[in-house]
């Protein structure tokens, strides 16, 4: 889906673990910030309307487009991390959530549990002040991954 946008490693391994950067929700080919749910593949958009997003309504996607949109994206990839790795999102252990804004954390803790519907992770939330990318950013979400060693493997 895409590769850090500066010198540095989307993710490394170190023994049973998998270390993810924090993830921002920028599209690749485009170069640019998630910002609407047009962005996103039909498949999310109809997991989401699930959930009462992507109404159809511009009075309010306008408003919550951009947070939920996101949210998806930044842990779609982190899924995508995972499956490089072998791994499945019940492997991602520890989630460390950055906003922009802590009032986007509701959007983004239901949109979380599209991809957690059982027990979720263990969780840290942060506030912080910008992004990288740039203002249009509202969430950066860093992993940390379970992978054990394959019974009878000496890696």
Do not use: C
Not at 13 to 22: I, K, P, Y
Request: avoid cysteine; charge should be neutral; aromatic fraction near 10%.
């Amino acid at each position: 889906m895409g590769k850090p946008m500066a010198n540095y490693a989307a993710a490394r391994r170190a023994g049973d673990f998998v270390f993810a950067s924090g993830v921002v929700a920028v599209d690749p080919a485009r170069k640019a910030i998630v910002q609407s749910y047009d962005e996103l593949p039909p498949e999310a958009v109809k997991a989401l309307q699930t959930l009462g997003y992507a109404t159809g309504q511009m009075s309010v996607d306008i408003y919550e487009a951009p947070a939920v949109a996101q949210s998806w994206f930044v842990l779609e990839r982190i899924r995508q991390i995972a499956a490089e790795h072998g791994a499945a999102m019940h492997d991602v252990i520890k989630l460390v959530q950055y906003f922009r804004d802590l009032r986007h954390y509701p959007f983004y803790n239901r949109v979380r549990g599209l991809f957690y519907p059982g027990e979720p992770p263990v969780s840290t939330v942060v506030e912080v002040a910008r992004f990288m990318p740039g203002d249009s950013a509202l969430i950066e979400v860093e992993a940390t991954i379970y992978i054990p060693k394959a019974p009878g493997s000496k890696a």
